[in-house]
């Protein structure tokens, strides 16, 4: 009675002794007894048995379940009965037992691995074939398989199925179980070897086209649509079973998987695949195609159509000879109509098409990207005369109305898709973007003034603005019809709300626009009257975006942002870490390639347009980065000769006079610098010297105050004394006569009426207001 302990530490401390004699009973795999043979696979095979030992011997418990098995593993058993496979090559009865235990044995991802030490998966599947009329062999061989892909490397297992011998033998099995497998479990099994020989196609290494394994697929895909007589297929038929539906999306998923390949291009052009997969470009029927259900029609409809945006670019000849643009356009019409349709949206490519058409709609506009990707004259020309734009157009209308209800990822891939296409059509085709002009602008507008919180949600916000972005430059960029209605639009002051989000991946698209824009004359009014946040003006902008982008670079700038190395003042970390490399002629160097690798030409492209005198809205720190900015060019030039000097005398010793010039040239750029580092101290002075000033004025300002409140609490203490002692009340009172009396002129005029100041009976400790009382008017001054 084996495999029982008297303590619990008897597992570790005899693991080594039972590990190598479960080795042994591999090893006994050798013995010309077929009986022994069977009899071990047998015991393998009760390792897997959980059911505790009817016996024990006293004093004894059994080991737990799983112990036999590590030990199994921990002694290589797999991997020995792979090898003795070869033993058994010709008895069948004892193949099967040992593809029974190793059956058992695979569920293991350390066992699966001995196995293709052993190389399993070529020896099992040169098996698959082998004479069994229990069919035991197949269904065996196969799940071993299965586990193999599932518990170690798929590309390992691939490499070794990818003989020609085990994709002959795959092949031919393959063959069998289709045109005599008429139980379910048959076409079970016939759908796991496609499976397997999906596999075999994504590895470029596998002979499946020499082998006719990938024709006789192909044929397969679509003997059901096309209804031309292949031998291949003759007399096969499909059933509306469950089985023979998967297997018809196995077939449509080896296509994309072959579209993949460029040696399979021709086969895939030879075999009609184009006009199948074009079959399903069109509104769906009611009961289902060839007896499948509606919902399998929907679910083989959009896999047909997704595939189709895969093999239309590497057949676009036969695309073109289909009437292909047509039929996507046609069956978008139906997709944005009325029409009654509820797609049931149960499969993986009918995300969000429940009780909708937006599942069609987003692979159909799939189809078109990619066709209209490979800027084929003759595919847009067709695309255009079909009507696109407007189409296009009307189909983004409906999906932004669509977005308004509730907004999703499918939605937003749909918009962007359409901005795509139309961007590809449209660009440099000045007729197509007056099609697009005012119609079009309309519809991008929205678009640009898109709330920046939703660049971060996660749905798509940040690619559909980017394609707005691009649909902009090459739909509306150089028509002027197109640029003067944008324009009317407010689109500038749009962009420049975008780019004052200052997001790194949209600044440097939505500078590039503004350049090509200032081509127009309009524009620069428009950039100039700007206001941003805080009254920002876009000059201000454009130089705050210079400084973090000089911050990005890494170039050294002193505290108050003036210029540290006058040699190289504009120069970047990374250009400074670089090695001298001599290179060819029509080579771009480091300075130049840099110029497009950040924003800092478009930058200065944009404040030449706007002029750099008299830019309104700029600190003394602004117009310390201006007087950088005003002489980027000239750095540039400085930057070149440099890189020039070096790889001169990195390979040649320059004559006296070349070296004299390039000395010349260097010094040049260096003055430049200094001259500018002079310049910033000198606005930085005239700063500090207006801030003195208006110290100065602050503090008169502050001092006025001061001595008025003085005023006003001496004028409160006179009155408290007035009130509070009479004498200073009479005081008081004497010197308000005075001052009255020496107001009063000195040179009386005849008749004139004198009224006295004085109030009779004031009964007041203060002086009185501003009260006179005229009882009469003389007679001589009347009439």
Sequence with gaps: LPFQKKKFSDEISYSTVVSKFIAQLGYLMRVPSSEVRIQICKCVISFYNTEPPRKLLSGCQPTSANYKIQMAELGGLAETLVLSLAVAESQLIEKLWILKALQHLSSSGVNCRLMLKARAASRLCLYLNGDDPSGQLVFRSSEILWNLVENTSKEEVCNQLSSLECVHTLKEVFEDLLMHGFRRYDRQLRNDLLVFATLLAENPAAPM?????????????????????????????????????????????????????????????????????????????????????????????????AILASVAPLLIDKYLSCQANMLLLVFLKWCIGHDAFFGQGNSFHGTSGRGNKLAQMRYSLRVLRSVVALYNDAVNLNLCDQGAISQLLDILKYAVNKSKEKEDAVLLEIQADVLFILSAVCKNDLLRKELFSCEGVDVLIPFIQMDPKKLCSGLGHNFLLLSALDCLWSCVLGCYIAEDYFLEKQGIFLLLDLLAVKQKNLCNIILGIL??????????????????????????????????????????????????????????????????????????????????????????????????????GLSAKDRVTLAIIQHYIDFKVGEVWSEICAELKEEFKPISSDEEALKVLSEVSENIGRMVAALQTEVLESQRQQEIQEEQKTYKKIKAIHKQKEMLNKSWENFLTRTSNYEALKKAKRLQEKSIEASRPKLKTQNEAVYSTDIKGLGTTIGSGHLVTVKSTPPQLTG
């Design 515 to 616: 350049v090509e824009f200032c081509d127009n004359p309009k524009t620069t009014s428009h950039i100039s009257i700007w206001r941003g946040e805080k009254d920002q003006t876009a000059a201000s902008l454009l130089i705050q975006l210079w400084r973090q982008e000089e911050l990005d670079l890494g170039i050294k700038r002193d505290h108050y942002g003036r210029i540290v190395d006058m040699k190289r003042p504009i120069t970047s970390s990374f250009q400074k870490q670089q090695e001298v490399i001599p290179l060819p002629a029509d080579c771009p160097s480091f300075a130049i390639m840099e110029i497009s690798e950040n924003m800092r030409a478009k930058l200065y492209s944009l404040l030449c347009k706007l002029g750099f005198e008299n830019l309104p």
């Design 209 to 305: 086209i020499e082998s006719g394994f990938a024709k006789l697929l192909i044929a397969l895909a679509t003997f059901t649509e096309v209804k031309i007589p292949n031998p291949l297929v003759k007399g096969l038929k499909l059933t509306c079973c469950y089985e023979d539906f998967e297997m018809k999306k196995l077939l449509f998923h080896v296509i994309r998987v072959l579209s993949k390949d460029p040696r399979a291009v021709q086969l895939l052009s030879e075999n009609d695949v184009m006009p199948a997969l074009l079959y399903y470009v069109k509104p769906n029927q009611k009961p289902g195609f060839y007896e499948w259900s509606a919902a399998q029609y929907e679910e083989l409809q959009l896999h047909a159509i």
